[in-house]
């Protein structure tokens, strides 16, 4: 596994190594706190005031896990958070500030990843915070120049975005953007499903892709979603769609079809329908994040719409 964080930290692992990796994270406690120490110090570099090159802090990242002992790592990583604000890490979820500091240096991007199973909370240099939801990546600026705040997301994340008359906070998204001055609403966006949501908690957002020249503005407690290629508005209680960055996920009266495809995202499991009627069934519930795909399929499973299987690694939930 070494092998495969030094990979990961340095750019080069390739997809089916990453979702191993991951998954062993999601196994092995001492190993999913290697993981959390290293994404932090990953971050720290990324934005440190230091004027060292990406390439440089990549090959050190590499050798850093090849020749350098536990003692030796702590060490280093207290001396280094001189540069950054101070780091909490809990149980589930990685907790760091993204700080900016003065210099004529061009900006860059520091690419922050939420692995399989975990939240990882950013505080950005303008004030604005940021959940990211499980296998989901922010990339973010150094420095917000100009007359836009812009970060991309490839997932889910809960955002609070400081009042900024002037500077626009925009999240980019491989469908749409989300353009704000100051609110808090949540954006789920992963690049491999078919499944765009903004979900509005506080102020007014604006969804716009300008390809297709489509601009929707919803209010709080109204949600937009992508529904046969084209945005949706619908009214919804807008507080069940962030209780997962406290580590509860929501469903309300949401089709079966729904539910099972933001468990793919959130776990690693694969689900084959045989029973395509159960994908219509509504369902309402509550789940702690902590329980398992088959564990929350269970509980769905008493109310007799469907019987299902686990294959023998766990991996594949047939719906029968």
């Known amino acids: 596994m070494q092998t495969l964080l030094a990979k990961y930290f340095s750019g080069e692992i390739n997809e089916p190594d990453k979702r191993r990796l991951f998954s062993e994270i999601e196994k092995d406690p001492a190993l999913k706190d290697e993981f959390i120490r290293m994404q932090n110090l990953k971050g720290l570099m990324a934005v440190s005031a230091t004027n060292t090159p990406n390439e440089w802090t990549e090959r050190k990242l590499t050798s850093f896990y090849a020749c350098i002992s536990r003692q030796k790592r702590r060490r280093f990583l207290l001396s280094f958070a001189r540069y950054a604000a101070v780091i909490a890490v809990a149980v589930l979820s990685t907790f760091f500030t993204v700080d900016y500091f003065n210099g004529d240096r061009e900006t860059t991007v520091c690419t922050i990843e939420a692995p399989l199973g975990q939240r990882v909370f950013v505080t950005l240099n303008d004030g604005s915070t940021v959940w990211l939801n499980s296998r989901s990546k922010l990339q973010v600026p150094q420095r917000f120049d100009g007359k836009k705040r ?65 601009r929707v503005t919803i209010a709080p407690n109204e949600q937009v979603c992508l529904v046969d290629n084209r945005l949706q508005k619908n009214a919804i209680n807008s507080q069940d769609y962030s209780t997962w960055k406290n580590g509860v996920l929501t469903f309300d009266s949401e089709p079966f079809s729904k539910i099972i495809q933001k468990l793919e995202l959130y776990y690693d499991v694969k689900f084959i329908i045989q029973n395509t009627q159960a994908l219509n069934v509504v369902y309402t519930g509550k789940f702690n994040a902590l329980n398992s795909a088959e564990n929350i399929i269970n509980i769905i499973h008493q109310t007799n719409k469907f019987n299902y299987r686990v294959s023998s690694d766990n991996k594949i939930i047939y719906i029968r």
Not at 188 to 214: D, H, P, Q, W
């Open 150 to 214: 812009k970060v991309h997301l490839d997932g889910e994340a809960y955002f609070e975005v400081k009042e900024n008359n002037k500077k626009p906070f925009i999240v980019e998204t491989s469908r749409y953007d989300v353009r704000v001055l100051g609110t808090k609403f949540n954006v789920l966006n992963y690049s491999e499903m078919a499944v765009f949501e903004t979900t509005l908690m506080e102020g007014a957002v604006e969804i716009v892709n300008t390809r297709k020249k489509e």
